[in-house]
């Protein structure tokens, strides 16, 4: 795993032993000073109470009321306690798989990448160059007097090749230690040269081995079938003499191995009966640089890509193929939806407490609940499409909340409000559509609630439990 896949940067994660650390003492000092302002009120109560003694009326009248207002608020503050307790540990549980999926997310992606790391196999194409001396003059001052002086001085220029027939078949292996890809390319080209000059018969054929390879082997140019010997180490420009309006044919074959990318580069020259047929015995395989072949054969097991043109071509681009991976979609679609999963859990309660009566057991479990399909979905998602997971997590969601009503009209309302509070808004964070998506889920929520509380649909007398 590459170490520049990295987390989330200042977002929590209960993995790191430092901040589950830090949490435990927030999580102390809040419940500690809920604990205080909660006996801090029951102590006002009593003293109030106290300094009431002498006046009984008052002092009954105050103290049903408050002990009445009293225990209302320490039930209330139980629910509300229960739901800062499954809130707050949730919303550090969904930034800890927010961290850990954003770092599998960014491990994949530096796999694909390393995968297809390495120096480009680049082939240019030969050169022909002669030699021709070109007059020149100049000026210099001798004896106090300026002097032109006539030279001649030798330059280099270059003969266009009259074809160009090559073709190279490309093998692909792995490099276990890194996990990147290997290309093996035997190539074999051959190239026809014509002196259309009229007073020069040397030239020199320069054909230089591929750049960025990490081996090279059976390096031979071959003129008219003999071999050419290279005198000097390094220097790949082979002497030969041809006539005025003669022709004659050069073949360049090696076998090389480099990065995953082979390319075959023009080196700005104007190339005329150019053919080149790439095969790569790989899937899955596709020309690079932009510059589509003429013709393109797949049977399965390899992949002939061909560039044809009969008169002449000039390219700035190279012609090529290189490995295609499969592109790596969706990315960063789970930690988004686990940052925004304690909002989404907020609202669902808040919906099942204005549709129907919750206990503090229910509460709780269904808290549980949601969490854990969060969990399930987290891990799920790696392995199948997170649409699909969420599907099948929903199911078993809105199974186990029918539980909640003790009746069928209860039980009817808690899965309008999953469905409305949950299942829609975690969907439509997984899909392109989130915007449309949540507004729907919006909508469905105020219908809900209008139609629940301003047209009558009350519950049955056996559901207002508590």
């Not at 649409?387 to 186990?400: D, E, F, G, K, P």
Request: hydrophobic share 45%; proline share 5%.
């Amino acid at each position: 795993m590459s170490s520049s896949a990295q987390g989330i940067p200042g977002l929590p994660d209960l993995t790191h032993p430092i901040e589950l650390v830090q949490f435990g003492t927030q999580a102390l000092k809040a419940s500690l000073l809920l604990v205080f302002l909660v006996v801090a009120l029951g102590i006002a109560i009593a003293l109030i109470s106290f300094s009431l003694r002498r006046s009984q009326p008052e002092q009954v009248i105050f103290i049903g009321e408050w002990a009445v207002r009293y225990s209302q608020l320490l039930r209330g503050l139980q629910h509300l306690t229960l739901v800062l307790v499954l809130l707050v540990p949730g919303f550090f549980l969904c930034s800890t798989l927010s961290n850990r999926y954003h770092h599998w997310e960014q491990a994949r992606v530096a796999q694909v990448a390393e995968s297809v790391a390495g120096e480009k196999l680049e082939q240019f194409a030969p050169q022909v160059r002669y030699s021709i001396r070109e007059p020149y003059s100049y000026t210099t001052q001798v004896g106090g007097k300026i002097v032109k002086v006539n030279e001649t001085r030798e330059i280099n220029r270059f003969l266009t090749l009259a074809g160009s027939q090559i073709q190279v078949k490309l093998d692909q292996s792995v490099d276990v230690p890194g996990r990147s890809s290997i290309y093996r390319a035997n190539y074999t080209a051959d190239y026809k040269v014509v002196n259309q000059l009229k007073d020069i018969n040397n030239f020199f054929f320069e054909a230089p081995p591929p750049n960025g390879y990490t081996l090279l082997a059976s390096y031979k140019i071959e003129r008219d079938g003999t071999r050419l010997q290279q005198t000097n180490p390094g220097d790949y420009g082979f002497p030969f003499q041809l006539q005025p309006g003669e022709e004659t044919t050069f073949r360049v074959t090696y076998q090389a191995r480099g990065g995953p990318r082979w390319v075959y580069s023009a080196a700005g020259q104007m190339l005329s009966n150019f053919r080149l047929i790439a095969i790569a015995n790989f899937a899955p395989a596709n020309f690079a640089s932009g510059i589509e072949p003429d013709e393109t054969k797949f049977d399965g097991r390899s992949t002939q890509f061909t560039w044809k043109f009969d008169d002449n071509v000039s390219v700035k681009n190279p012609f090529g193929v290189f490995t295609n991976t499969e592109p790596l979609l969706h990315t960063g679609v789970i930690p988004r939806l686990l940052l925004l999963a304690p909002a989404i859990f907020l609202w669902w309660i808040l919906l099942l407490y204005l549709s129907l009566p919750m206990s503090f057991k229910n509460i709780a479990i269904a808290g549980s609940i949601f969490f854990a399909c969060l969990l399930i979905l987290t891990y799920l998602a790696r392995v199948i499409n997170a649409q699909l997971a969420w599907t099948l997590i929903s199911i078993i969601l809105l199974i186990l909340t029918w539980g909640l009503g003790a009746s069928r009209s209860a039980s009817l309302a808690a899965i309008i409000c999953t469905i409305a509070g949950a299942v829609l808004p975690i969907f439509g964070l997984l899909v392109p559509f989130s915007g449309l998506t949540l507004s729907l889920a919006g909508l469905l929520s105020a219908v809900w609630l209008a139609v629940r509380h301003w047209y009558g649909w009350y519950l049955h007398p056996e559901d207002q439990r508590l």
